[in-house]
């Protein structure tokens, strides 16, 4: 099948038709590349086929989305007994403020911001307030479990003493 | 000139307590809303808007809203893990608000009495008056 669409160059000129018969088969023209779509914001994976005239490669990339911080082994230790098991609010508070810690100084987050952050590490939305950040992400379904935190501080709120 | 108050309550046990209604919104879905009434005393040490007790948590998650876990500084100047989300203060006392009411920060902890801090009263003139036993507030 050809088109039938005259092709002109920039100045409206029409030029002579491409022929087609000295084009690859079918099948050696550009495909898509097949995208999955990732089932989790950790696992996004993407994996491109791009064959070529002449010769089919197949080109594998896996992207890991954006950079979690390192949480060391003590942490996620205790992220593995939190699944067996319910953690106690102490165990539960220095596990927040250690993982609060890495992540701020990861993403260099400046003091003064309110973040919430995943048990992951990422931080998943900042605001210059309390309120800003809790009307941001009320009722937001997020992957892991987020807790809210103030850059700078180790407390999110409370009495002033 | 005598200045007129919206609400005048009495003091009990020396502090000043107000009956606090209002309402936990999911703004992701219509229709998800947790109303509460609670008693609250009025701290001015308190820096957030209220301060309840841990079962209104529940009542949250009925409505699609999950309370975020994070670390609150108490009184006395200890750090203990709360749950906290956004709520909207539809009454204080006999006064109603306009609609939508105040938004406020909401803290969930144990099984303490309510509080009502200086993020809720910071639109407000808020007036203890000792001698009359007396907390007057105009909005």
């Known amino acids: 099948m050809r088109f039938s669409l005259p092709l002109t160059d920039v100045s409206g000129a029409e030029m002579p038709n491409w022929d087609y018969s000295r084009d690859a088969p079918l099948e050696n023209i550009f495909l898509p590349p097949i995208v999955e779509i990732p089932s989790s914001e950790e696992d996004i994976r993407i994996e491109p086929f791009f064959p070529r005239v002449g010769k089919y490669e197949e080109t594998q990339y896996v992207i890991t989305g954006p950079a979690l911080p390192y949480l060391p082994p003590k942490v996620t230790r205790i992220l593995e007994r939190g699944k067996e098991r319910k953690l106690s609010a102490k165990e539960f508070s220095k596990l927040m403020e250690t993982i609060a810690n890495i992540s701020i100084k990861f993403y260099n987050i400046i003091d003064g911001k309110y973040v919430a952050i995943g048990l992951n590490g990422r931080v998943v939305e900042a605001a210059d307030s309390q309120l800003d950040l809790l009307s941001k992400i009320q009722g937001v379904k997020f992957n892991t479990q987020v807790f809210v935190w103030h850059a700078g501080s180790d407390v999110f709120s409370g009495w002033t003493t | 000139m005598t200045q007129v108050w919206d609400l005048i309550e009495h003091y009990r046990d020396n502090a000043a307590y107000?009956?606090?209604?209002?309402?936990?919104?999911?703004?992701?879905?219509?229709?998800?809303?947790?109303?509460?009434?609670?008693?609250?005393?009025i701290d001015t040490g308190f820096s957030s808007g209220l301060y309840s007790e841990e079962s209104l948590r529940s009542d949250a998650e009925i409505v699609g809203v999950t309370p975020f876990p994070t670390e609150i500084r108490l009184g006395d100047g200890s750090k203990v893990p709360a749950y906290t989300c956004v709520a909207h203060i539809e009454e204080i006392g006999a006064y109603r608000l306009p609609p939508p009411g105040l938004k406020v920060t909401l803290f969930m902890r144990g099984t303490r009495k309510g509080y009502l801090g200086m993020e809720a009263l910071k639109s407000c003139v808020t007036l203890f008056d000792g001698p009359a036993q007396e907390l007057k507030i105009r909005f």
């Open chain 2, 18 to 41: 107000v009956r606090v209604k209002g309402v936990i919104i999911n703004p992701q879905s219509s229709g998800g809303r947790a109303p509460f009434n609670i008693e609250c005393m």
